[in-house]
């Protein structure tokens, strides 16, 4: 009997890129980027060797947390930061609901859909730091400016997300209650609202938590909450009491997510 | 779907009495709220100054033009550190991410007693202190320059990645767990035929997401020195320089919406 020999073949994982052009690619053009980044990066490694110890004991100040001594401007800056949160949050998403209407593309005419983009497109690429220093010079130092900031970044974040599930909503419903004769406001209120709530008021909340965390940080550059009062004590070196601060914020984060949580699970 | 009686006629209602009391209730305290924090803020406020903020808007508009373009030389390095930044930080935060995503996932932790709050106290941490806020104590600790920013970028993303990655993690199939775990493979066989090809397109998009977050976020750590195009915003910002920070803010706005864009493309490719 004559042998016959089997092409040996074995099971190979696929690929995750399929095309292998693409795949070899997309390698050299990272290899070659990461050769680049690290080439023009400049590390000062005496400098870091330097400082680790130091960074040790930089950790070490933050030990133990003196929640006592400030007590009374940590939770000021808290109180503050919290008016800012609900302040910013309840407004931006009141003017992110038009500008996120006039964005979705399938219900706005073009010139109103660029227009509402572009406001979207300006705020979302500011990061909140840079829009608080504009805000802070034309409104001045305080919560206001940082009020202001926020709701800014809040609109360009909501009404983004906002636009996106009204272009991903189904037209069958909106046609129907169409058909049945309801003017614009109407259509809207029973057409495109109940199909997009759900999902909103996760995400309104999810924005809430963000402008908490945000409100930390404006104030570092002059726009009131917590974050001036956390940069105060940077400049002071009483790392204890920014240890402290950091960890409400933590605490506060955590505990606003988890009832976020809770909250959306209710709501869909 | 209740139906009141009325007359002798049958009324549609969209809720019934105490649902909707309920909800008017939910408003009214809700809307206390609303306007017991603005009191607060209002209370803090310099009215004064807020006032005459259009003065001011148009001062500085009128300073802000024309931009000024030469400027645009100086500018091709601190764009490159800033894409660097976010680049390579994202990768930092990746690699850092995957064993805290597959700590904090249910199905994978090795102990979800002891390992997993660690994992989530990681995350929250690292996704509740700002990257401003890290680049402070690292600038601190590593020297001012691009590396501080790296690892600012990096250690705050962690958090995102590996809380959308345990996510993942927590929601693929089981049955082709099962079913590779059925041929006697290892347990790192299982992750690496099991897990890992499920949670592969997750991954990808998270990291391009991520990508695209942090193209903006490095462009303020140069405001606490730790490189960037920050750093030129800052200098400008401070030497009154306003034709170049308009300069700077154009260049800011065209790498973010390109950035945003190769994210959106890259994502539409994956998924």
Redesign the interface.
């Known amino acids: 009997m004559a042998e016959i020999s089997l092409p040996s073949r074995r099971w190979k994982?696929p690929p995750?890129i399929k095309s292998a052009r693409l795949r070899w690619a997309l390698g050299i053009g990272a290899a070659v980027?990461l050769a680049l980044?690290f080439g023009?990066?400049?590390?000062?490694w005496g400098?870091?060797a330097e400082?680790?110890p130091?960074?040790i004991n930089?950790v070490a100040a933050f030990f133990p947390p003196d929640f006592v001594t400030r007590w009374d401007e940590i939770a000021d800056g808290i109180?503050?930061s919290?008016?800012?949160t609900?302040?910013s949050t309840?407004v931006g998403i009141a003017l992110s609901i038009p500008i996120g209407l006039g964005a979705a593309r399938n219900l706005a005419p073009r010139p109103v859909y660029l227009f509402c983009r572009g406001i979207l497109?300006?705020s979302?690429?500011?990061?909140e730091?840079?829009l608080a220093?504009?805000f802070v010079?034309?409104?001045?130092f305080?919560?206001?400016a940082g009020?202001v900031t926020l709701s800014v970044a809040t609109i360009g974040f909501y009404g983004k997300l906002l636009a996106e599930d009204i272009e991903d909503m189904d037209p069958g419903q909106a046609e129907a209650v169409r058909a049945t004769g309801a003017s614009w406001f109407q259509w809207l209120n029973y057409a495109v609202q109940p199909q997009v709530m759900p999902r909103m008021i996760g995400l309104g909340l999810y924005r809430f938590d963000i402008n908490f965390?945000?409100s930390?940080?404006v104030g570092?550059?002059g726009g009131?909450g917590i974050g001036a009062t956390?940069n105060t004590a940077?400049d002071r070196y009483e790392f204890e009491s920014a240890a402290a601060i950091?960890l409400i914020?933590?605490a506060i984060?955590?505990a606003v997510?988890y009832t976020s949580g809770y909250v959306r699970k209710w709501v869909q | 779907m209740p139906v009141l009686q009325a007359d002798g006629r049958k009324i549609w209602q969209r809720r019934e009495r105490g649902k909707q009391l309920a909800i008017w209730g939910g408003w009214l305290i809700a809307t206390a709220i609303f306007v017991y924090c603005w009191q607060l803020i209002s209370e803090k406020t310099t009215w004064f100054f807020v006032l005459d903020a259009h003065v001011q808007a148009a001062d500085l508009a009128e300073r802000m033009v024309p931009p000024k373009f030469s400027y645009m030389e100086q500018l091709w390095q601190p764009l490159w550190d800033t894409i660097n930044i976010a680049t390579l930080g994202t990768l930092l935060a990746l690699v850092l991410a995957v064993p805290v995503a597959f700590c904090a996932a249910r199905n994978t932790t090795p102990s979800r007693a002891f390992v997993r709050p660690v994992a989530l106290f990681i995350i929250v941490s690292s996704r509740s202190i700002n990257s401003l806020i890290w680049a402070l104590m690292l600038v601190a600790i590593v020297g001012p320059g691009v590396f501080a920013g790296v690892i600012a970028i990096g250690l705050r993303s962690i958090g995102f990645c590996a809380k959308l990655l345990y996510e993942a993690i927590e929601e693929i199939d089981e049955t082709q767990v099962e079913a590779v775990t059925a041929t006697g493979a290892s347990g790192p066989q299982v992750l690496s035929y099991g897990i890992v090809p499920q949670i592969m397109p997750a991954f990808a998009g998270i990291s391009v997401f991520r990508w695209d977050i942090n193209i903006r976020e490095s462009t303020v750590l140069g405001l606490v020195g730790a490189g960037g195009i920050g750093l030129q915003l800052n200098a400008s910002i401070l030497s009154l320089a306003w034709t170049e920070v308009s300069l700077i803010l154009i260049v800011i706005i065209c790498t973010v919406i390109l950035s945003e864009w190769v994210s959106a493309k890259v994502r539409h490719a994956i998924i």
């Open positions: 994982k995750f980027y980044a023009t990066m400049e590390v000062n400098r870091v400082g680790l130091r960074g930089f109180y503050e919290l008016w800012m609900v302040t309840v497109a300006v979302r690429s500011f990061q730091i840079i220093i504009f010079k034309l409104f001045g305080g919560p206001f009020f965390r945000e930390a940080v570092i550059v009131g956390l940077f950091l914020i933590i984060v955590m997510e």
